[in-house]
């Protein structure tokens, strides 16, 4: 006896993929930055610019601080949630890697997946783990 939904695949479409704005002046700033107060100075300047919080989460892991990489992990996740959304996504579809200015919001989420399990948070860690490899396998490859 076969089940019901053997053989059969969706018919529905998969929503677009969601491709953020460049923001020029952000990313000017961040690429100039090298020390851990240039990447704090870039945040202040432009705090909804997700891109900058992933390396100020990188750093804190980097020095054996995951409580402060969980928190900047975290504000650059939910700064790019809201990017995503004011940019038509809907909560699910693909974020794709090859798209640049997608990339700060996806390194935050792989640092949140991170940090997470750093502080003992394994779900959380694991949902940020699969969020990153639905958004783009590419990512989680890259990252990884």
Not at 53 to 65: F, I, Q, V
């Amino acid at each position: 006896m076969t089940g019901l939904n053997e053989g059969m695949q969706n018919l529905l479409p998969e929503p677009p993929a969601t491709r953020l704005p460049a923001d020029d002046e952000a990313d000017q700033a961040l690429a100039a930055a090298t020390t851990d107060e240039a990447f704090k100075a870039v945040a202040a300047k432009f705090p909804a610019y997700s891109a900058v919080w992933a390396p100020l989460a990188t750093s804190a892991l980097a020095a054996g601080e995951p409580v402060t990489a969980y928190a900047y992990a975290r504000t650059g996740y939910h700064r790019g949630l809201d990017a995503l959304r004011r940019n038509g996504w809907k909560g699910h579809g693909p974020v794709p890697w090859s798209h640049e200015a997608n990339r700060g919001f996806l390194r935050c989420l792989h640092a949140l997946s991170q940090a997470a399990a750093a502080i003992g948070e394994a779900d959380e860690a694991a949902r940020c783990a699969q969020f990153l490899r639905d958004s783009d396998p590419a990512a989680a490859d890259a990252l990884s």
